[in-house]
Nanobody, 124 residues
Framework: QLQLVESGGGLVQPGGSLRLGCSASRFTTDYDTIGWFRQAPGKEREGLSC????????YYADSVKGRFTISRDNAKNTVYLQMNSLKPEDTAVYYC?????????????????WGQGTQVTVSS
């Protein structure tokens, strides 16, 4: 059973930065692909970014492209989401998720394992 734990959330002012981490109980680098999602109150869960285990290819939603960067450190079994130029509309609970396939997907239905989430609040 793969377990995921998010870290790094908190309160930040508009224009600021945060780095989220997603620590996995194990990685099988040939098969596990990690995605980041978020859910704001009253809204559907939104796929933000993904990094595939094969070749490390990435995907970004238009809402975060150019501001967020996803990366993975396989030696630490951790995937990071660097978030810059944060806006109040980025306020949400952020989740990481894993799928046992080597290719990226922006759809939550494709992910079998989920973390508990970490709150990100962007406010002055």
């Amino acid at each position: 059973q793969l377990q995921l734990v998010e870290s790094g959330g908190g309160l930040v002012q508009p224009g600021g930065s945060l780095r989220l981490g997603c620590s996995a109980s194990r990685f099988t680098t040939d098969y596990d692909t990690i995605g980041w999602f978020r859910q704001a109150p009253g809204k559907e869960r939104e796929g933000l970014s993904c990094i595939s285990s094969r070749r490390g290819s990435t995907y970004y939603a238009d809402s975060v492209k150019g501001r967020f960067t996803i990366s993975r450190d396989n030696a630490k079994n951790t995937v990071y989401l660097q978030m810059n130029s944060l806006k109040p509309e980025d306020t949400a609970v952020y989740y990481c998720a894993a799928r046992l396939a080597p290719f990226c997907s922006g759809f939550q239905r494709d992910y079998a394992y989920w973390g508990q989430g970490t709150q990100v609040t962007v406010s002055s």
